[in-house]
């Protein structure tokens, strides 16, 4: 178990390494061997947002004991209700302005 200090030390000191693996098999019977792995620090993939955004998903799954996938979930939906707002209140803004009208019978 981690305590909240450990945590934020943990995550100041280190950075999240993107791994990338490619699996194949011959045949549905055989073993899966690894072919290619590929990894990356997160500062040279990232921008700064997203690598705050990726911390702050691991340190809220991390504190709280939740599902880190539970975590991630929330966080996406939350962004795709935002988006989804925006763009309803940017179609209404150009229904208000007469950029779009209705068609004309």
Request: hydrophobic residues 40%; charged residues 15%.
């Amino acid at each position: 178990e981690f305590s909240s200090t450990d945590l934020r030390a943990l995550f100041q000191a280190n950075e999240i390494v993107i791994g990338n693996y490619r699996f194949i098999r011959d045949s549905p019977d055989s073993q899966w061997t690894i072919t290619e792995v590929s990894q990356v620090n997160s500062l040279q993939a990232w921008s700064t947002i997203c690598k705050l955004r990726w911390k702050g998903r691991l340190s809220i799954a991390t504190r709280g004991g939740y599902n880190f996938y539970s975590i991630l979930r929330y966080d996406y939906m939350t962004d795709y209700i935002a988006i989804s707002m925006f763009t309803a209140f940017y179609i209404f803004q150009l229904i208000g302005a007469g950029v779009i009208t209705a068609p004309h019978s």
